[in-house]
């Protein structure tokens, strides 16, 4: 049983940034694939970015790549979202997702545990 709690979002003026992070508790964290998802009003949940067990190989979606970098640090169960150059198109609630043993890059079926999302704003 993995719990994930997120936080560092909110409201941003386009062009700034904000580091999300994920704090995950319960034993082997190493274990798990994680994941960032994004919710927009009125649209699916999608897969923003995501990162292999031990942190080697990263998944970005096209419209992120190059302004959002996920990391992870195993030693502190938690995950990052660095998110650079924010647009007002990045407004969604942002949840971040655990995969026992998984791909990082599987869509959200595929994921055991969700924390309960942080909604980040980009005003214009």
């Known amino acids: 049983q993995v719990q994930l709690v997120e936080s560092g979002g909110g409201l941003v003026q386009a062009g700034g940034s904000l580091r999300l992070s994920c704090a995950a508790s319960g034993r082997a964290f190493s274990s798990y694939a994680m994941g960032w998802f994004r919710q927009a009003p009125g649209k699916q949940r999608e897969l923003v970015a995501g990162?292999?067990?031990?942190?080697?190989?990263?998944y970005y979606v096209d419209s992120v790549k190059g302004r959002f970098t996920i990391s992870r640090d195993n030693a502190k169960n938690t995950v990052y979202l660095q998110m650079n150059s924010l647009k007002p198109e990045d407004t969604a609630v942002y949840y971040c997702?655990?995969?026992?043993?998984?791909?990082?890059?599987?869509?959200?079926?595929?994921?055991?545990?969700w924390g309960q999302g942080t909604q980040v704003t980009v005003s214009s």
């Open positions: 990162i292999s067990w031990v942190g080697s190989r990263t």
């Open positions: 997702a655990a995969n026992y043993y998984g791909d990082y890059r599987a869509s959200e079926t595929a994921y055991d545990y």
